[in-house]
């Protein structure tokens, strides 16, 4: 009932920049919280930043001070800017979104198929 689409991954040099963004929709009654994971290979999956209804955001500590996470709730969408990009930021990122839909009792996580981003000289 919920579809999250993302987009804005590619391929960079290290210190460039690129802008993901996650659009979700279908029958929302209400979306909790937005976030942003990645996993890179041969690593486990890692939260890298969230932002919660009242605007309140975290970071993981790999990338405090480069990324910036932000939300439109009135499009439904999560943005993550991403500067200064090293070789390590290289992952495949999904966005997830915490969503109440329509006749539902509880919410529940909501994954995007994911968008590379590859992070090379």
């Known amino acids: 009932q919920v579809q999250l689409v993302e987009s804005g991954g590619g391929l960079v040099q290290p210190g460039g920049s690129l802008r993901l963004s996650c659009t979700a929709s279908?029958?929302?009654?209400?979306?909790?919280?937005m976030s942003w994971y990645r996993q890179a290979p041969g690593k486990e999956r890692e939260l890298v930043a969230i932002?919660?209804?009242?605007?309140?955001?975290n970071y993981a500590d790999s990338v405090k001070g480069r990324f910036t996470i932000s939300r439109d709730s009135s499009k439904n969408t999560v943005y993550l800017q991403m500067n200064s990009l090293k070789p390590e930021d290289t992952a495949v990122y999904h966005c997830?979104?915490?969503?109440?839909?329509?006749?539902?009792?509880?919410?529940?996580?909501?994954w995007g198929q994911g968008t590379q981003v590859t992070v090379s000289s």
């Open positions: 932002i919660i209804n009242n605007g309140a955001t």
């Open positions: 997830k979104a915490v969503v109440l839909t329509g006749g539902a009792y509880y919410s529940r996580d909501y």
């Open positions: 279908g029958s929302i009654l209400r979306i909790n919280n």
